[in-house]
């Protein structure tokens, strides 16, 4: 936001009877960040109080008196390490790894914890059938009956077959890689061949991912980011994990993905989506890797998620 002078308010005489004080600041608005992360905000001084400005002090006299509104400086609240000293409470089983990264959509406030890249496995789903939507946009058309019919399947019910189809409809990591370009991601790259799941991808990027879906300012049309929400807040049942972890309600749209590796037989588990807590919307996403069961990635990466919200939440 571009900052704004404080108003000046009224001259008063000072009181014969005894001294004219000034109170405590008074929020009232914030006027702008720097790119070092200050806030710089508008308080008013009220009376009762000694005021804090950090503007120069006007001199005072009986015929002069007091300004009583000053512009103050106030450090911006530091929220990736409220983030990492919540996630220092989780326990992360010996040998695994976690990465999260949250944001606060009435905010647009964001915190990540990690940058390592991990295995998409299925919430790579999503991706694709943005990319796929990206490119029906480009095309001019919608989606044909086929094509919602394995969408519905891929991301209500994680069908890799589904998948595997609009892998090739979008031609496979090729067409990811295009259309993440353009979404804004940095540091996915789509997995080779057949390998979907295989797409590598971090937290922030996922955050990015989310904010395309379920944000204004994205490449995706109103239509296509409603089609791909409607799909995620209808996940199976059994699905229903991880990020919903961190909602206080039964808003949540959701993708999770999990996947044994066949070299190691541990486990990627991952989630992304937007929960609600307070009526704040938060988008989350948490990657795990290294667990030695399903169960407990879904324990870690539920954890995490709470936590990650929990930058902003607690008191």
Do not use: C
């Amino acid at each position: 936001m571009e900052s704004t002078r404080a108003r000046r308010g009224r001259r008063r005489r000072p009181s014969r009877r005894r001294p004219l004080l000034y109170t405590a600041l008074a929020l009232v608005a914030v006027t702008g960040v720097t790119a070092g992360g200050t806030v710089y905000v508008k308080a008013r001084a009220r009376t009762g109080a000694a005021a804090v400005s950090s503007a120069a002090t006007p001199s005072a006299s009986p015929s002069a008196g007091v300004s009583e509104e000053a512009s103050v400086t106030r450090p911006a609240v530091d929220r990736n390490a409220l983030l990492s000293e919540a996630m220092d409470a989780v326990s992360v089983p010996s040998g695994a790894e976690v990465s999260a990264a949250v944001l606060a959509m009435d905010s647009a406030e964001s915190a990540g914890y990690g940058t390592a890249a991990f295995d998409a496995a299925s919430i790579v789903k999503v991706d694709i059938l943005a990319a796929l939507l990206l490119q029906a946009q480009d095309a001019g058309r919608q989606l044909t009956a086929t094509q919602k019919a394995y969408a519905t399947k891929m991301i209500e019910n994680s069908d890799n077959d589904s998948a595997t189809q609009l892998w090739h409809a979008i031609g496979r990591a090729d067409g990811l890689d295009a259309a993440n370009e353009r979404f804004g991601l940095t540091a996915t790259s789509g997995g080779d061949g057949e390998l979907w799941g295989l797409t590598q991808t971090t937290a922030k990027d996922q955050l990015v991912l989310l904010q395309q879906v379920f944000g204004d300012a994205s490449q995706l049309s109103a239509a296509s980011r409603s089609y791909v929400q409607g799909l995620m807040e209808s996940v199976e049942t059994g699905q229903q994990w991880g990020v919903s972890a961190a909602a206080d309600d039964n808003s949540t749209a959701l993708k999770n993905g999990w996947l044994a590796r066949s070299t190691t037989g541990l486990w990627d588990v991952n989630s992304i989506g937007k929960v609600t807590v307070d009526g704040t919307g938060y988008l989350v996403a948490v990657l795990s890797k290294g667990t030695g069961s399903r169960a407990s990635g879904i324990t870690l990466v539920e954890a995490a998620a709470k936590a990650a919200v929990s930058a902003f939440t607690a008191a």
